[in-house]
């Protein structure tokens, strides 16, 4: 028995919840984008929408990685160090994307949320992987933390883009008729 076999509780539970999010994003950004106060920015939407289905997805695959009936620790580390690493990147393109978008001036949480938190979990996502050659119990933690980190991020980041979409954008059409 590895050391996996005690998280397949938590990476189904946290898994289904990101593929459930996954499609939900979907039925909402198109509704959303039906409409008639949403506006057409891909600029933003690469800052803002596309980031919390990649981290959904990433949640979704970390767990696939980590329930896989893996012999050793080596493989699956290897792969979620793939992900974190991955991830870095990605969190830095997200970051020049909403710099460079103009639909919107991003406030102090949506830094945190779109560009900080996620960047943390990735990074910790990546050192975990490394860690898990010396400590694979604190490592599995680390993975998990992660895991958990990107799945609440993505949840504000999903309830905070519809909230801006019913109240701030329908509330600027009503006040344009």
């Not at 949320?113 to 860690?131: D, I, K, N, V």
């Amino acid at each position: 028995m590895t050391a996996l076999a005690g998280w397949q509780n938590f990476y189904v539970v946290v898994g289904s919840s990101a593929g459930a999010l996954i499609g939900l994003q979907f039925v909402v950004l198109s509704l959303i984008t039906r409409s008639p106060t949403a506006r057409t920015d891909m600029a933003a939407g690469q800052a803002f929408a596309t980031p919390t289905i990649v981290h959904f997805v990433a949640v979704l695959g970390l767990s696939g990685i980590l329930c896989a009936p893996w012999d050793g620790i080596g493989a699956a580390a290897t792969l979620w160090g793939l992900v974190g690493l991955s991830g870095i990147g990605y969190a830095l393109i997200v970051t020049r994307r909403m710099r460079a978008q103009t639909a919107y001036r991003p406030q102090f949480e949506d830094w945190l949320f779109h560009a900080l938190l996620p960047f943390a979990a990735y990074l910790t996502l990546a050192a975990s992987a490394y860690a898990a050659r010396f400590r694979v119990r604190e490592a599995l933690f680390g993975a998990g933390a992660a895991a958990l980190l990107l799945l609440f991020t993505g949840i504000h980041n999903a309830w905070d883009a519809v909230t801006y979409h019913v109240f701030v954008k329908s509330k600027d059409n009503q006040s344009n008729r």
